[in-house]
Protein backbone atom coordinates (compact mmCIF):
# COMPACT_ATOMS: atom_id res chain seq x y z
CA UNK A 1 0.00 0.00 0.00
CA UNK A 2 2.53 2.67 0.77
CA UNK A 3 4.41 1.17 -1.96
CA UNK A 4 1.88 1.76 -4.47
CA UNK A 5 1.50 5.13 -2.70
CA UNK A 6 5.01 6.05 -3.42
CA UNK A 7 4.95 5.34 -7.18
CA UNK A 8 1.86 7.11 -7.76
CA UNK A 9 2.94 10.24 -5.95
CA UNK A 10 6.56 9.84 -7.87
CA UNK A 11 4.13 9.56 -11.01
CA UNK A 12 2.25 12.65 -9.98
CA UNK A 13 5.84 14.85 -9.30
CA UNK A 14 6.50 13.38 -12.68
CA UNK A 15 3.56 14.17 -14.24
CA UNK A 16 3.48 18.21 -12.80
CA UNK A 17 7.02 18.32 -13.99
CA UNK A 18 6.41 17.32 -17.73
CA UNK A 19 3.19 19.75 -17.37
CA UNK A 20 5.83 22.50 -16.08
CA UNK A 21 8.34 21.85 -18.86
CA UNK A 22 5.13 22.25 -21.63
CA UNK A 23 3.83 25.34 -19.81
CA UNK A 24 7.54 27.26 -19.84
CA UNK A 25 7.99 25.75 -23.17
CA UNK A 26 11.76 26.01 -23.39
CA UNK A 27 13.24 26.73 -26.77
CA UNK A 28 15.01 24.27 -28.73
CA UNK A 29 18.10 24.99 -30.13
CA UNK A 30 18.05 22.11 -32.21
CA UNK A 31 14.88 22.74 -34.00
CA UNK A 32 16.17 25.91 -34.04
CA UNK A 33 19.57 24.58 -36.03
CA UNK A 34 17.64 22.58 -38.57
CA UNK A 35 15.28 25.25 -39.25
CA UNK A 36 18.33 27.85 -39.34
CA UNK A 37 19.65 25.59 -42.27
CA UNK A 38 16.72 25.18 -44.25
CA UNK A 39 16.05 29.07 -44.83
CA UNK A 40 18.35 31.86 -42.66
CA UNK A 41 21.60 29.25 -43.37
CA UNK A 42 21.26 30.59 -47.35
CA UNK A 43 22.55 34.31 -46.60
CA UNK A 44 24.05 33.74 -43.32
CA UNK A 45 27.19 32.23 -41.46
CA UNK A 46 28.03 31.50 -37.94
CA UNK A 47 31.76 32.73 -38.22
CA UNK A 48 32.21 31.61 -41.53
CA UNK A 49 32.03 35.92 -42.89
CA UNK A 50 29.49 37.94 -44.56
CA UNK A 51 26.88 36.31 -47.30
CA UNK A 52 24.26 38.15 -48.65
CA UNK A 53 23.43 38.93 -45.03
CA UNK A 54 25.78 39.50 -41.40
CA UNK A 55 27.97 36.84 -40.06
CA UNK A 56 25.99 36.08 -37.32
CA UNK A 57 28.37 34.89 -35.18
CA UNK A 58 28.19 36.63 -31.25
CA UNK A 59 24.81 38.40 -32.06
CA UNK A 60 23.24 37.26 -28.98
CA UNK A 61 26.06 38.88 -27.49
CA UNK A 62 25.61 42.40 -29.48
CA UNK A 63 21.64 42.38 -29.96
CA UNK A 64 18.46 42.26 -27.07
CA UNK A 65 16.65 38.90 -27.65
CA UNK A 66 13.77 40.77 -27.74
CA UNK A 67 14.98 42.75 -30.39
CA UNK A 68 16.25 39.56 -32.53
CA UNK A 69 12.80 38.30 -31.90
CA UNK A 70 11.34 41.05 -33.27
CA UNK A 71 13.69 41.89 -36.01
CA UNK A 72 14.09 38.22 -37.29
CA UNK A 73 9.84 38.12 -37.64
CA UNK A 74 10.07 41.46 -39.89
CA UNK A 75 12.71 43.38 -40.82
CA UNK A 76 10.81 45.58 -42.90
CA UNK A 77 8.60 46.16 -40.16
CA UNK A 78 11.66 47.53 -38.00
CA UNK A 79 13.12 49.24 -40.76
CA UNK A 80 9.79 51.00 -41.49
CA UNK A 81 9.03 51.83 -37.64
CA UNK A 82 12.51 53.31 -37.59
CA UNK A 83 14.44 51.53 -35.77
CA UNK A 84 18.14 52.59 -35.35
CA UNK A 85 20.22 49.20 -35.75
CA UNK A 86 17.93 47.71 -38.32
CA UNK A 87 18.23 51.28 -40.58
CA UNK A 88 21.70 51.31 -40.06
CA UNK A 89 21.93 47.18 -41.15
CA UNK A 90 20.04 47.91 -43.90
CA UNK A 91 22.15 50.96 -45.31
CA UNK A 92 24.82 48.87 -45.16
CA UNK A 93 23.51 46.08 -46.91
CA UNK A 94 21.20 47.62 -49.32
CA UNK A 95 19.07 45.27 -49.18
CA UNK A 96 15.83 44.39 -46.75
CA UNK A 97 15.94 40.94 -45.09
CA UNK A 98 12.61 38.69 -46.16
CA UNK A 99 10.34 38.70 -43.03
CA UNK A 100 10.12 34.92 -41.37
CA UNK A 101 7.04 34.05 -42.44
CA UNK A 102 7.89 30.32 -42.81
CA UNK A 103 8.33 30.42 -39.23
CA UNK A 104 6.09 31.43 -36.08
CA UNK A 105 7.24 32.88 -32.84
CA UNK A 106 8.58 29.78 -31.20
CA UNK A 107 10.31 28.72 -33.68
CA UNK A 108 11.76 32.04 -34.37
CA UNK A 109 12.48 31.41 -30.28
CA UNK A 110 14.36 28.03 -30.98
CA UNK A 111 16.40 29.73 -33.56
CA UNK A 112 17.28 32.71 -31.41
CA UNK A 113 18.20 29.87 -28.74
CA UNK A 114 20.50 28.06 -31.60
CA UNK A 115 22.55 31.84 -32.20
CA UNK A 116 22.75 31.98 -28.75
CA UNK A 117 24.58 28.25 -28.12
CA UNK A 118 27.48 29.96 -31.22
CA UNK A 119 27.74 33.19 -29.17
CA UNK A 120 31.21 32.07 -28.65
CA UNK A 121 32.07 31.78 -32.14
CA UNK A 122 34.22 34.44 -33.33
CA UNK A 123 33.42 36.12 -36.68
CA UNK A 124 35.28 35.55 -39.68
CA UNK A 125 38.25 37.92 -39.26
CA UNK A 126 38.92 37.94 -43.06
CA UNK A 127 36.46 38.99 -45.86
CA UNK A 128 36.02 35.71 -48.08
CA UNK A 129 38.60 35.68 -51.30
CA UNK A 130 37.83 37.85 -53.95
CA UNK A 131 35.51 36.18 -56.66
CA UNK A 132 37.51 34.13 -60.06
CA UNK A 133 36.77 35.91 -62.88
CA UNK A 134 34.15 33.46 -65.04
CA UNK A 135 35.64 33.03 -68.84
CA UNK A 136 33.84 34.40 -71.88
CA UNK A 137 32.73 30.31 -71.94
CA UNK A 138 31.38 30.37 -69.06
CA UNK A 139 29.63 33.90 -69.17
CA UNK A 140 28.06 33.12 -72.21
CA UNK A 141 26.53 29.66 -71.13
CA UNK A 142 25.23 31.39 -68.08
CA UNK A 143 23.45 33.45 -70.05
CA UNK A 144 22.18 30.67 -72.08
CA UNK A 145 20.51 29.05 -69.03
CA UNK A 146 19.01 32.00 -67.81
CA UNK A 147 17.10 32.41 -70.63
CA UNK A 148 16.19 28.75 -71.51
CA UNK A 149 18.45 29.04 -74.16
CA UNK A 150 20.23 25.46 -72.59
CA UNK A 151 18.23 23.35 -70.78
CA UNK A 152 18.87 22.87 -66.52
CA UNK A 153 20.39 19.48 -66.59
CA UNK A 154 17.65 18.62 -63.80
CA UNK A 155 14.89 20.45 -65.55
CA UNK A 156 14.41 23.75 -63.69
CA UNK A 157 12.68 26.07 -64.96
CA UNK A 158 14.95 29.19 -67.01
CA UNK A 159 15.37 32.21 -64.59
CA UNK A 160 14.00 34.08 -66.55
CA UNK A 161 10.53 32.77 -66.28
CA UNK A 162 10.64 34.75 -62.79
CA UNK A 163 13.19 37.17 -63.45
CA UNK A 164 14.90 40.08 -66.03
CA UNK A 165 18.25 41.33 -66.53
CA UNK A 166 19.08 44.30 -68.13
CA UNK A 167 21.50 43.25 -70.97
CA UNK A 168 21.62 44.22 -74.20
CA UNK A 169 21.53 40.78 -75.22
CA UNK A 170 19.18 39.41 -73.11
CA UNK A 171 15.61 39.76 -74.28
CA UNK A 172 12.67 40.37 -72.41
CA UNK A 173 12.70 38.34 -69.11
CA UNK A 174 9.46 37.98 -65.96
CA UNK A 175 8.65 40.80 -63.59
CA UNK A 176 7.59 38.16 -60.94
CA UNK A 177 10.97 38.44 -59.16
CA UNK A 178 13.19 41.12 -58.77
CA UNK A 179 15.65 42.50 -61.90
CA UNK A 180 18.78 41.02 -61.40
CA UNK A 181 20.71 43.44 -63.11
CA UNK A 182 22.79 44.41 -59.92
CA UNK A 183 22.29 41.78 -57.78
CA UNK A 184 25.91 40.61 -58.43
CA UNK A 185 27.36 44.21 -56.60
CA UNK A 186 24.77 43.33 -53.40
CA UNK A 187 25.01 39.81 -52.89
CA UNK A 188 28.30 38.68 -54.32
CA UNK A 189 30.12 35.46 -55.26
CA UNK A 190 29.28 33.65 -52.16
CA UNK A 191 25.41 34.74 -51.81
CA UNK A 192 24.32 34.18 -55.08
CA UNK A 193 25.73 30.74 -54.82
CA UNK A 194 24.33 30.73 -51.15
CA UNK A 195 20.77 31.35 -52.90
CA UNK A 196 20.93 29.20 -55.60
CA UNK A 197 22.04 26.24 -53.50
CA UNK A 198 19.19 26.75 -51.48
CA UNK A 199 17.11 28.78 -51.97
CA UNK A 200 15.20 31.41 -49.20
CA UNK A 201 12.36 32.35 -51.50
CA UNK A 202 9.54 30.25 -51.28
CA UNK A 203 8.42 30.49 -54.95
CA UNK A 204 12.10 30.34 -56.52
CA UNK A 205 12.70 27.52 -53.93
CA UNK A 206 9.48 24.88 -54.66
CA UNK A 207 10.71 25.95 -58.40
CA UNK A 208 14.15 24.31 -57.87
CA UNK A 209 13.15 21.55 -54.49
CA UNK A 210 12.87 18.76 -57.40
CA UNK A 211 15.55 20.16 -59.62
CA UNK A 212 18.20 21.34 -58.31
CA UNK A 213 21.24 23.33 -60.16
CA UNK A 214 24.33 22.00 -60.49
CA UNK A 215 27.38 23.34 -59.50
CA UNK A 216 28.75 24.17 -63.06
CA UNK A 217 25.49 25.89 -64.10
CA UNK A 218 25.50 27.93 -60.48
CA UNK A 219 29.18 28.76 -61.50
CA UNK A 220 28.07 29.80 -65.38
CA UNK A 221 25.08 32.04 -64.11
CA UNK A 222 27.11 33.93 -61.27
CA UNK A 223 29.48 34.67 -63.76
CA UNK A 224 26.77 35.73 -66.14
CA UNK A 225 24.84 37.86 -63.53
CA UNK A 226 28.64 39.03 -62.75
CA UNK A 227 29.18 40.25 -65.74
CA UNK A 228 25.62 41.76 -66.65
CA UNK A 229 26.45 43.89 -63.38
CA UNK A 230 29.64 44.96 -64.60
CA UNK A 231 28.37 45.73 -68.40
CA UNK A 232 25.58 47.64 -66.32
CA UNK A 233 27.43 49.67 -64.59
CA UNK A 234 29.08 50.96 -67.77
CA UNK A 235 25.87 51.60 -69.24
CA UNK A 236 24.24 53.46 -66.01
CA UNK A 237 23.95 56.91 -66.90
CA UNK A 238 22.07 55.90 -69.89
CA UNK A 239 19.45 53.41 -68.56
CA UNK A 240 19.47 54.49 -64.96
CA UNK A 241 15.88 55.32 -65.37
CA UNK A 242 15.09 52.33 -67.44
CA UNK A 243 16.59 49.52 -64.68
CA UNK A 244 14.37 51.97 -62.13
CA UNK A 245 11.73 51.21 -63.83
CA UNK A 246 12.08 47.56 -63.40
CA UNK A 247 12.98 47.27 -59.95
CA UNK A 248 9.61 48.95 -59.17
CA UNK A 249 7.99 47.40 -61.59
CA UNK A 250 5.80 45.38 -58.97
CA UNK A 251 5.38 48.91 -56.58
CA UNK A 252 4.79 50.72 -60.20
CA UNK A 253 1.75 48.48 -61.30
CA UNK A 254 -0.82 49.46 -59.03
CA UNK A 255 0.84 53.03 -58.24
CA UNK A 256 -0.01 53.39 -62.31
CA UNK A 257 -3.20 52.39 -61.81
CA UNK A 258 -3.76 54.63 -59.24
CA UNK A 259 -2.27 57.33 -61.46
CA UNK A 260 -4.03 57.01 -64.19
CA UNK A 261 -7.45 57.09 -62.28
CA UNK A 262 -5.95 60.45 -60.75
CA UNK A 263 -4.96 61.49 -64.03
CA UNK A 264 -8.48 61.10 -66.06
CA UNK A 265 -10.19 62.67 -63.20
CA UNK A 266 -8.20 65.64 -63.91
CA UNK A 267 -7.71 65.60 -67.49
CA UNK A 268 -11.48 65.09 -68.56
CA UNK A 269 -12.26 68.26 -66.75
CA UNK A 270 -10.00 70.91 -68.25
CA UNK A 271 -10.70 69.49 -71.82
CA UNK A 272 -14.54 69.54 -71.21
CA UNK A 273 -13.98 72.75 -69.52
CA UNK A 274 -11.76 73.95 -73.33
CA UNK A 275 -14.31 72.62 -75.42
CA UNK A 276 -17.55 74.10 -73.07
CA UNK A 277 -15.13 77.33 -74.01
CA UNK A 278 -14.72 77.18 -77.40
CA UNK A 279 -18.83 76.08 -77.97
CA UNK A 280 -19.35 78.86 -75.64
CA UNK A 281 -17.10 81.17 -77.49
CA UNK A 282 -18.20 79.80 -81.02
CA UNK A 283 -21.52 80.47 -79.97
CA UNK A 284 -20.58 84.14 -79.01
CA UNK A 285 -18.78 84.69 -82.28
CA UNK A 286 -22.54 83.49 -84.38
CA UNK A 287 -24.03 85.46 -82.13
CA UNK A 288 -21.75 88.67 -82.81
C1 LIG B 1 17.71 36.63 -48.51
C2 LIG B 1 18.75 36.66 -47.53
C3 LIG B 1 18.40 36.51 -46.05
C4 LIG B 1 17.71 35.50 -45.44
C5 LIG B 1 17.02 34.32 -46.08
C6 LIG B 1 17.80 35.76 -44.02
N1 LIG B 1 18.51 36.90 -43.79
FE1 LIG B 1 18.97 37.69 -41.97
N2 LIG B 1 19.77 39.31 -42.88
C7 LIG B 1 19.90 39.50 -44.25
C8 LIG B 1 20.40 40.84 -44.51
C9 LIG B 1 20.68 41.43 -45.88
C10 LIG B 1 20.58 41.46 -43.25
C11 LIG B 1 21.04 42.87 -43.00
C12 LIG B 1 19.89 43.67 -42.48
C13 LIG B 1 18.88 44.06 -43.50
O1 LIG B 1 19.23 44.81 -44.40
O2 LIG B 1 17.72 43.61 -43.40
C14 LIG B 1 20.17 40.46 -42.24
C15 LIG B 1 20.24 40.65 -40.86
C16 LIG B 1 19.98 39.70 -39.92
C17 LIG B 1 20.18 39.86 -38.48
C18 LIG B 1 20.77 41.08 -37.78
C19 LIG B 1 22.25 40.89 -37.70
C20 LIG B 1 22.92 41.88 -36.80
O3 LIG B 1 24.13 42.06 -36.96
O4 LIG B 1 22.24 42.47 -35.98
C21 LIG B 1 19.78 38.71 -37.90
C22 LIG B 1 19.81 38.37 -36.44
C23 LIG B 1 19.32 37.83 -38.95
N3 LIG B 1 19.45 38.46 -40.17
C24 LIG B 1 18.82 36.56 -38.74
C25 LIG B 1 18.21 35.79 -39.73
C26 LIG B 1 17.48 34.57 -39.47
C27 LIG B 1 17.32 33.92 -38.12
C28 LIG B 1 17.02 34.13 -40.68
C29 LIG B 1 16.14 32.91 -40.96
C30 LIG B 1 14.84 32.91 -40.36
C31 LIG B 1 17.48 35.07 -41.69
N4 LIG B 1 18.18 36.05 -41.06
C32 LIG B 1 17.24 34.94 -43.05
C33 LIG B 1 19.61 38.56 -45.21
C34 LIG B 1 18.89 37.40 -45.01
C1 LIG C 1 9.51 30.50 -60.08
C2 LIG C 1 10.10 31.79 -60.09
C3 LIG C 1 11.60 31.93 -59.98
C4 LIG C 1 12.54 31.33 -60.77
C5 LIG C 1 12.33 30.37 -61.91
C6 LIG C 1 13.83 31.84 -60.31
N1 LIG C 1 13.65 32.70 -59.27
FE1 LIG C 1 15.11 33.74 -58.30
N2 LIG C 1 13.70 34.54 -57.06
C7 LIG C 1 12.35 34.35 -57.15
C8 LIG C 1 11.69 35.09 -56.08
C9 LIG C 1 10.20 35.17 -55.82
C10 LIG C 1 12.72 35.74 -55.35
C11 LIG C 1 12.57 36.60 -54.09
C12 LIG C 1 12.87 38.03 -54.34
C13 LIG C 1 11.76 38.70 -55.10
O1 LIG C 1 10.68 38.88 -54.55
O2 LIG C 1 11.99 39.02 -56.25
C14 LIG C 1 13.98 35.39 -56.02
C15 LIG C 1 15.21 35.88 -55.63
C16 LIG C 1 16.40 35.65 -56.30
C17 LIG C 1 17.66 36.25 -55.95
C18 LIG C 1 17.87 37.23 -54.82
C19 LIG C 1 17.49 38.60 -55.33
C20 LIG C 1 17.47 39.67 -54.28
O3 LIG C 1 17.92 40.78 -54.58
O4 LIG C 1 16.98 39.39 -53.17
C21 LIG C 1 18.59 35.78 -56.86
C22 LIG C 1 20.08 36.11 -56.91
C23 LIG C 1 17.90 34.89 -57.77
N3 LIG C 1 16.57 34.83 -57.39
C24 LIG C 1 18.49 34.23 -58.82
C25 LIG C 1 17.83 33.35 -59.67
C26 LIG C 1 18.48 32.61 -60.74
C27 LIG C 1 19.93 32.74 -61.15
C28 LIG C 1 17.52 31.81 -61.30
C29 LIG C 1 17.69 30.77 -62.39
C30 LIG C 1 18.50 29.63 -62.02
C31 LIG C 1 16.27 32.09 -60.58
N4 LIG C 1 16.50 33.01 -59.60
C32 LIG C 1 15.04 31.49 -60.89
C33 LIG C 1 11.68 33.57 -58.07
C34 LIG C 1 12.30 32.80 -59.04
Redesign the pocket.
Known amino acids: MTKHNLVHGRLLALAALTMACALSAPANAATGEENFAKICGACHSIGGGKLVGPDLAGVTTRRTEDWLLKFIKSPKAMIDAGDATAVALFKEFN?VMPDATQYNDAEIKDIVAYLATKSGVAAAATPPPPPKEASPAEIARGQNL?QGLERLKNG????N???HVKNDAVIGGGV???E?TT?FS??GTPG?NA??GK?P?P??AA?YAEHP?TDDESAA?VGF?QDADKKHELQQPRDYGFRLVWSGAAALVPLMGLYSLIWRKRKVRPVNDKVFDRQVKGGDDVAQ
Open positions: LFGPACSCHLAKLVTMIILPFVMALLL
